[in-house]
């Protein structure tokens, strides 16, 4: 099985237009459009009864005392944890592609409704859910996508990974504001097959693209 995207090359930078955040001219961070990537997949083997996709960041500082400190940068030493990004389930099995902006097109404070999407499919909550959970403007369930917006201090280039799940299941054994975590555990065992595509972003203009 094969994922491609219109949107970026693997293992090039994610433009802009599909992360949560870009460089500001002004101070270190602003808005962006927050479109989702186009993808599009082929190859699906026989017997395959519907699709999962996860985007998750791999890079993300296990502990918060340098992110986003002025005067500090978080080390590239210190180990990182996933963040997901977007948590999709329940895709048709004639479903083979993703038009960009379909799942997003802007960056909703208190999160986009969830969990049903479009022909059938679910979102699942992705992490802002708990990042923003201390914050009175932005805290509530985040379904859907939800792009790159890495610490603008980080002192390395983080990865975003999308991984299409081809299942022998029609649905998903998960229900109400379910986690990327939990879809990784509750289609083990169900998987045929599954194809990755990374795209890399960064906000600080130290680090190198």
């Not at 090359?9 to 500001?24: L, M, R, S, W, Y």
């Not at 679910?122 to 610490?151: E, L, S, V």
């Amino acid at each position: 099985m094969q994922l491609s995207s219109e949107s970026f090359k693997d293992g090039a930078v994610i433009p802009g237009e599909f992360a949560f955040c870009v460089p500001a001219r002004e101070g270190h961070v602003a808005l962006s459009t927050n479109l989702n990537p186009q993808l599009a997949w082929a190859g699906a083997p026989a017997g395959t009864q519907s699709f999962a996709l996860i985007c998750h960041d791999p890079d993300v500082p296990s502990r918060g005392d340098d992110v986003n400190q002025e005067g500090r940068s978080v080390p590239a030493e210190l180990p990182r944890v996933d963040f997901f990004h977007w948590v999709l389930v329940d895709l048709p099995a004639s479903t083979t592609a993703i038009a960009p902006g379909s799942h997003s097109c802007a960056v909703t404070p208190n999160g986009k409704p969830g969990p049903d999407g479009p022909g059938g499919s679910r979102h699942g909550i992705n992490d802002y859910t708990g990042w923003f959970a201390g914050d009175t403007q932005m805290k509530g369930n985040y379904f859907g996508y939800d792009g790159p917006c890495p610490p603008w201090n980080d002192s390395i280039r983080h990865r975003y990974v999308f991984t299409l799940f081809a299942l022998d299941i029609p649905r998903v054994p998960v229900e109400g504001t379910f986690t990327g975590q939990q879809v990784r555990e509750a289609i083990a065992g169900h998987v045929l097959a599954q194809a990755s595509l990374t795209g890399t972003y960064s906000l600080n203009p130290a680090v190198p693209a």
